[in-house]
Each structure stands twice: as C-alpha cells, then as structure tokens.
C-alpha cells in the first residue's frame, strides 16, 4: 500500500529522547525538513546547529565489499566468501534501500562480515515467516549432507481465524524436494552473503533552509523472519527480524529476505496434502528452541504448527500459553497440548465437549507431561 501525504511545510524541531515533528500542513507533494535528523533511516543524521556548508557531490549510491576486519581465531575455520554472490546481494540490497533515500548525495554502502566455514556441506538451514494478517506462517529447513545431497522441505499454515476446541486442526500443505548439488551450493552462497551483510546509509550533511524530497511506501502489514544456520564449521548462527514492513527499515529486513528467498526458490511455491513425516515434527522442535523474540502472533503460529506436528518438545510453551489472557490462543495451546502429550483432556469421558476453562485447569494439573528432547 503506497501512501500519499501532504507537504509538511515549517518549522521541525528536535526535543531530546522523544523526536517531535510539528509542523503546518498544506497539499502538495510530500516535503520534509531532512536536516533534522528525524527521517535519518539505519543511523542518526548530525544536528543541525551549526549549520555546516554541503560535502562535495557523491554517487548516488555505492557498494563496498571489502572483507570486514577479522582477526585469527586459532582453531577457527577460515572465513569463506563468494564475490559473485556478495555482488548479486549488493546490487539487490541498493536497489531496494536506494529509493528511500532518492537525494543526490545519499550513501549507501554495503559490506559483509564473516559465517567461517565452506558450502560444502555439512548444512543445516532453519527458517520461519510469519505474518500477523492472516496468521499465515511457513517453516523452512535445507539439510545439505556430506556426500552432497540436499533435502529442502517448506510447511505451509493455513490457520482457522477462529479455531475450535477439539479440532479441526490448521491446514498444512507440505512441499519438499532433492535438489541438485551445485543448484544447493549456489542457493547457499547467496545466504551467506545475505545473512553477513551489513546496509548503512549516509545521508548528506544538513544544511540550513535546503529541503528534500522522500519517498517512503508503508504498510499495516507486521511480519516476522527468522533464520538459523548449523554447520560443525561456524556453529550455529542464527539472525531475525520482526516489524512493520514499509521502505524505511529496508536495509535490516532486505538482507534476511533475500537470504530466505535464496532457499525458499528451491521448493514448489504451493505444497500437496502429503502426509507429515518425522523431519517436520523435527524442524518444529528446533524452531521451538530458538531464542529469537517473537511476537504474540509468532507464537500463535508455532501453536498452530503443533496441532498437526505436536511432540513433547511443544509442551512447555503451550502449557505457558495457557495463561494467555486471550482465548484464541489458549484454545490453540490446548489442541496443540492434545498432540503433545498424547492425552486428549477436551472432552469428558463420555465423549461431550468441556469448557475452555475446565480443560486448561486439567491441562495445567497434568502430572505426567513428557520431557523434550536435548538440543
């Protein structure tokens, strides 16, 4: 959704700690007062007292893949990059962030650190995406073994916007598919390159009475991204984001999202009513055990995914979800306690729906609970 705003004509001004615009209104194309500091996007602009003269004129933006300083690590894999892909991932992270920032002198550079280890495997790729219209959500995970050969697997929720005490669980629609060697290398390269890279943006030095012109594209639309990467190389690396999607936090959810595409390209965009198997139950409980911040919302998903894939790892987060103050979510904790504990408490012995509260109260007295399994 492209938002259309008036000008903003007058006088902005700063109070320390909480950044206050006021400012007289009339129609017209959209004109801000940049030299505040107040629309500055990735790092704070300069103040403006004393006004300073303007900086020689600079490309409109430029890229910078010079390795990022590292020093030895004894009994460290050495660092591994891909130019091509660091150059791929450049080009596409400008092309994104550039347009936010359309003034003459504007910087944009983009550098790349260090994820030690080769793409040779072995790999292990986690990934979730959800959003909160809808609660659609999708659970990714990329296994690359030894020998070369690549599981890729995507589990698609399709949630009920009103679920029902007993069932029926979400609808799932799983795609998996064995993907070429060099296809899963590539794919991986561009991960890399994602997930190191570094977007900062310089925008030109304040000058009195100069005004520029932004272009900014808002959504209401909240989204979550989260990535985990497993290798004996680098350990475990693991990189998220959560927010508003809109044109001005491009340059900290681009790099994410180019990195889940590099992998999410390698499966069918829509998946079959294949029945579950033991690697889906297993991606749930690792996503279980991140320690990414999710939102409510997040949560009500990975409730979601646990109706149809529930195991004992599920269990302690719906059993906390059942203090919920929202309803929705603990009418989803409890159908997904029913599969993680293999004891069904929503019903009376003689097969009659219970109250909400009654079964969180059984499920909350449940003694026997099983363990989760180790990381």
């Known amino acids: 959704m492209w938002l259309v705003l008036p000008s903003l004509r007058g006088r902005f001004e700063r109070i320390e700690t909480l950044h206050i615009v006021r400012a007289r209104l009339t129609a017209g194309a959209l004109v801000v007062a940049l030299g505040s500091g107040l629309f500055s996007c990735g790092r704070r602009s300069p103040d403006v007292s004393p006004p300073t003269p303007a900086p020689p004129p600079?490309?409109?933006?430029?890229?910078?893949?010079?390795?990022?300083?590292?020093?030895?690590?004894?009994?460290?894999?050495?660092?591994?990059?891909d130019p091509e892909a660091e150059k791929i991932v450049a080009a596409e992270l400008v092309r994104r962030?550039?347009?936010?920032?359309?003034?003459?002198?504007?910087?944009v550079r983009v550098t790349f650190g260090c994820l030690p280890?080769?793409?040779?495997?072995?790999?292990?790729?986690?990934?979730?995406?959800?959003?909160?219209?809808?609660?659609?959500?999708?659970?990714?995970?990329?296994?690359?073994?030894?020998?070369?050969?690549?599981a890729v697997?995507?589990?698609?929720?399709?949630?009920?916007?009103a679920p029902r005490l007993g069932g029926p669980p979400p609808a799932?629609?799983?795609?998996?598919?064995?993907?070429?060697?060099?296809?899963?290398?590539?794919?991986?390269?561009?991960?890399?390159?994602?997930?190191?890279?570094?977007?900062?943006?310089?925008?030109?030095?304040a000058v009195r009475g100069e005004r520029k012109v932004v272009s900014v594209k808002v959504t209401a639309h909240d989204e979550h991204l989260e990535i985990t990467w497993r290798s004996p190389a680098s350990g475990v690396a693991a990189s998220s984001w959560e927010g508003?999607?809109?044109?001005?936090?491009?340059?900290?959810?681009?790099?994410?999202?180019?990195?889940?595409?590099?992998?999410?390209?390698?499966?069918?965009?829509?998946?079959?009513?294949?029945?579950?198997?033991?690697?889906?139950?297993?991606?749930?409980?690792r996503l279980g055990k991140s320690e990414s911040h999710r939102g409510p919302w997040v949560k009500d998903a990975l409730l979601g995914f646990a109706a149809v894939l529930?195991?004992?790892d599920a269990a302690p987060e719906a059993i906390a979800a059942l203090?919920?103050?929202?309803?929705?979510?603990?009418?989803?904790?409890?159908?997904?306690?029913?599969?993680?504990?293999?004891?069904?408490l929503r019903r009376t012995s003689d097969g009659k729906p219970r109250p909400l509260a009654d079964v969180v109260t059984a499920y909350k007295e449940l003694k026997d609970v099983p363990a989760p399994s180790g990381p």
Do not use: F, Y
């Not at 219209?133 to 690359?144: I, P, T």
């Not at 697997?153 to 916007?161: E, F, I, K, S």
């Open 323 to 344: 203090d919920s103050p929202h309803g929705r979510t603990r009418i989803l904790a409890v159908n997904a306690l029913a599969i993680a504990t293999g004891r069904d």
């Open 97 to 107: 962030v550039q347009p936010a920032h359309a003034q003459p002198r504007a910087h």
């Open 244 to 285: 508003d999607v809109n044109s001005l936090d491009e340059e900290k959810r681009a790099p994410l999202d180019i990195a889940w595409k590099a992998i999410a390209d390698l499966v069918p965009p829509t998946g079959g009513n294949e029945a579950p198997s033991r690697e889906e139950v297993r991606l749930l409980a």
């Open 117 to 150: 280890g080769s793409t040779n495997g072995p790999l292990q790729i986690d990934g979730l995406r959800a959003q909160s219209h809808g609660g659609n959500a999708v659970m990714m995970s990329l296994d690359l073994a030894q020998d070369g050969t690549c």
């Open 58 to 81: 600079a490309p409109a933006s430029s890229v910078s893949t010079a390795p990022t300083p590292r020093p030895p690590d004894e009994g460290v894999a050495p660092c591994a990059r």
């Open 172 to 205: 799932l629609a799983i795609a998996r598919a064995h993907v070429p060697e060099a296809r899963a290398r590539q794919a991986l390269s561009i991960m890399r390159a994602a997930l190191t890279a570094q977007v900062e943006v310089d925008l030109p030095a």
């Open 310 to 312: 529930g195991s004992p």
């Open 153 to 161: 697997r995507a589990v698609r929720l399709t949630p009920d916007r």
